[in-house]
């Protein structure tokens, strides 16, 4: 499931994600776990925590990310 589709507060782990160097920096990999926190309205962008940083993500970024959910 993309990760723009994913609920608030909800915690999961990425499957897969485009080839796109600034993500690589702003640790996002395949196996990272990431928590939802926050999602902007009209498409704009998906607001993740990944260890103690908070991201601000594009909805076509995050809508190229797969992500599974976590219990």
């Not at 993309?2 to 990999?29: F, H, T």
């Not at 902007?40 to 940083?53: E, S, W, Y």
């Amino acid at each position: 499931m993309p990760l723009y589709d994913r609920e608030q507060k909800s915690l999961c782990q990425i499957e897969s994600l485009p080839q796109v160097s600034l993500l690589k920096s702003l640790g996002l990999r395949q196996g990272a776990v990431v928590s939802v926190l926050s999602k902007q309205p009209l498409g704009g962008p998906i607001v993740i925590k990944i260890g103690n940083r908070h991201i601000a993500i594009a909805k076509d970024l995050a809508d190229q990310i797969e992500v599974r959910e976590m219990n």
